[in-house]
């Protein structure tokens, strides 16, 4: 079953400035993606080719100037309120930046409660067990919960978010380059929580990304951006199956696991 | 005419040590140790990677080496030496040891021209004279950076993080220094672009038999540019080894959970 789906949407950003609006610039032109109940799809491309833009359209932070969003077939500008209401509990995103994603005056307990207070029915008890079963998903230990955002560490706010974001038990979460500043052991234990959440509960990811090393272990399907628009789709995540020159470029530049041997020393054009 | 009072950059220097280096927090160095008794040894035309979880002490070791450590920190013991002989850390630096940083877009000026960086940049080191547009463009051809004349009168604001890093090793290369320290330098470059930069710091390496101490975080990054590693663990050196050793055959614990961690993203496993 189609969770969210993407119809030719568009998106043009427009710089406005003292001295009058700058020129135009399209960050999607006509772009259609679905992501099904279940399932995992990486998002790639290189930086600036528009998967942001996409997956703050997808979780309905910004509207499109052209196309629709549908989530559970309906489109987002026709759902009423309980229509909204459901799509805002069941499609959760984390973002890149954990210091810039949170409230620095909330404590760790309030931050991953804030879902809970506006998007569930349960009560204060009832919020606090469902903190303390979070923290302990995302291995955080629970004397974290009365601290501040400036009290922990990048990797631990990270988890944090992702616990926020797992709160209201979502159908769906978009993961924005959500790992990728982290230390690479805590990138690995995230993807690995992220496994197993997903084999025991079920939801689907949509997880956006320039590294294509995390896609191979962790995604059953690949999209690749390039400049505002879908150039590939493959129903697998091997990487084997790129063709695009857009997915082969950022399959030349995954870092080689092991030392080589004989280094070979490339000469590549400026660009 | 130009005052050409500086050295010319030694090119016979071959080692660059640091030796018995602590670094401790507060004004006074009373506060905690963040550095701890650090030995390294960086060679011409080799590759250096300094590793280490965030806060390891990594930045700090490349600072005092250099006498640029920040404000609230102090150096309580260490010397370096060129080829055996010790030099105060500020002469090391632009003329024996250039600094590239991650985030190039804050080491720029943001109201300077790239061409007024390069000509500081010429100044500093006493080697501003009529040949100076040369010596910029044959440093930016050397980088990767193909239309000067086009790349010169633009500011920060207006290149991508790509051509930014590029700037920064142009001007690293104006000082003709015989050693690189680069501090995490393709962090926050998307996948492609840092593998353009890796490709060029290893063709300089080659080339112009750069020592290079690499800062970096990603196992990655060290498969790719290393020949040698250092691994540190709360200020502390606690392995350092040629590269093939520290991936198939790592001592420490530490420097077994980076590997593993790392190879864990291929699907890879650390042979017990």
């Known amino acids: 079953m189609t969770l969210i789906r993407a119809d030719g949407v568009s998106r043009t950003y427009r710089s406005t400035s003292l001295v009058g609006t700058g020129a135009a610039r399209t960050a999607l032109d006509g772009v259609s993606l679905s992501v099904a109940a279940g399932e995992t799809v990486a998002l790639l491309g290189r930086s600036g080719c528009g998967k942001s833009t996409l997956a703050r359209l997808l979780c309905g932070l910004e509207r499109p100037d052209g196309g629709t969003v549908s989530f559970r077939g309906a489109p987002l500008a026709r759902l009423d309120r309980s229509g909204l209401h459901r799509f805002r509990r069941e499609v959760q995103m984390v973002f890149q930046d954990a210091p810039g994603a949170v409230d620095p005056r909330f404590d760790i307990r309030s931050i991953i409660a804030e879902p809970l207070r506006h ?3 349960l009560d204060a008890p009832a919020r606090a067990r469902r903190v303390d079963e979070l923290l302990e998903m995302v291995e955080l230990p629970a004397s974290l919960a009365p601290m501040l955002p400036s009290q922990v560490s990048g990797g631990q706010l990270q988890r944090v978010c992702i616990a926020r974001a797992l709160a209201p038990e979502p159908a769906l979460v978009i993961l924005d380059e959500a790992v990728s500043n982290l230390d690479l052991h805590l990138q690995a234990a995230t993807l690995a929580l992220l496994k197993r959440l997903q084999q025991a509960s079920g939801i689907a990811c949509l997880f956006v990304t320039h590294d294509l090393r995390l896609v191979e272990r962790f995604a059953d399907r690949t999209i690749v951006m390039q400049r505002g628009q879908v150039v590939e789709e493959t129903g697998t995540s091997a990487l084997s199956e790129l063709r695009h020159p857009a997915s082969l470029e950022l399959k030349a530049a995954i870092l080689p696991p092991l030392p080589a041997r004989v280094r070979t020393v490339k000469v590549v054009a400026a660009g | 005419m ?17 030796e018995g280096l602590t670094v401790a927090a507060g004004r006074d160095g009373a506060g905690p140790v963040l550095v701890r008794d650090l030995t390294l040894e960086v060679r011409r035309g080799r ?54 940083l991650q985030n190039p877009r804050s080491a720029f000026n943001p109201v300077r021209t790239m061409r007024d960086h390069a000509l500081e940049t010429l100044a500093a080191l006493g ?9 910029i463009e044959a440093a930016m051809a050397e980088a990767g950076l193909d239309e000067p004349a086009r790349i010169l009168p633009l500011h920060a604001f207006e290149m991508s993080g790509g051509m930014l890093q590029r700037m920064m090793i142009a001007l690293a290369l104006l000082a003709e220094a015989p050693f690189l320290f680069a501090d995490e330098p393709t962090t926050d470059l998307d996948l492609v672009v840092q593998a353009r930069i890796l490709d060029l710091l290893e063709r300089l390496v080659a080339a112009r038999g750069l020592g290079v101490l690499l800062v970096t975080h990603d196992m990655g990054v060290v498969a790719r540019l290393a020949d040698d590693v250092a691994v540190l663990d ?30 864990a993203l291929y699907g890879l496993e650390l042979a017990p």
């Open chain 2, 2 to 18: 130009s005052l050409n009072l500086a050295p010319k950059p030694a090119s016979a220097s071959g080692t660059l040590s640091i």
């Open chain 2, 127 to 135: 080697l501003a004279g009529p040949d100076a547009d040369a010596r």
């Open chain 2, 47 to 100: 590759v250096l990677a300094l590793v280490g979880a965030s806060g390891s002490g990594k930045s700090m070791t490349c600072m005092a080496a250099l006498g640029t450590l920040p404000p609230g920190t102090r150096a309580l013991s260490g010397r370096v030496r060129l080829d055996g002989a010790e030099c105060p850390p500020a002469s090391l630096r632009g003329r024996q040891v250039a600094t590239i």
């Open chain 1, 119 to 121: 998007l569930t029915s």
């Open chain 2, 234 to 263: 709360h200020g502390r050196l606690v392995e350092c080894a040629p590269v093939e050793e520290v991936f198939h055959a790592p001592r420490h614990p530490l420097t077994r959970m980076l590997v593993s961690a790392h190879l």
